[in-house]
Nanobody, 124 residues
Framework: QAQLVESGGGVVQAGDSLRLSCAAT????????MGWFRQNPGKERTFVAG????????AYADSVKGRFTISRDNAKNTVYLQMNSLKPEDTAIYYC?????????????????WGQGTPVTVSS
């Protein structure tokens, strides 16, 4: 069964860095636009970053621009989210997802396959 598995979350202090990974089993990610989203309890899941199939195009939420970097290694079937200068407001569960489309989109309804999420907590 195809799965996306996130890892790399944890508890850090403001200003620290984390790198999240999203690995796929049972499917290849190399032909999928990929995205990272985050969600807090009782709130909507929001777009964080997205990357095109080849990796040449990326998109970011305004709140993370300049601090987060999405990348992919198709040979390793893995997508990454490098998060620097973390802030308490970055605290959330982070999910990776594979898009239903070949164009880079920010709406969660454009994404079909989701991982189980990895929690990130940033303390002040």
């Amino acid at each position: 069964q195809a799965q996306l598995v996130e890892s790399g979350g944890g508890v850090v202090q403001a200003g620290d860095s984390l790198r999240l990974s999203c690995a796929a089993t049972g499917r290849t990610l190399s032909n999928s636009v990929m995205g990272w989203f985050r969600q807090n309890p009782g709130k909507e899941r929001t777009f964080v970053a997205g990357i095109s199939v080849g990796g040449s195009s990326t998109a970011y939420a305004d709140s993370v621009k300049g601090r987060f970097t999405i990348s992919r290694d198709n040979a390793k079937n893995t997508v990454y989210l490098q998060m620097n200068s973390l802030k308490p407001e970055d605290t959330a569960i982070y999910y990776c997802a594979a898009s239903k489309f070949q164009s880079l989109r920010t709406g969660q309804t454009s994404y079909a396959d989701w991982g189980q999420g990895t929690p990130v907590t940033v303390s002040s």
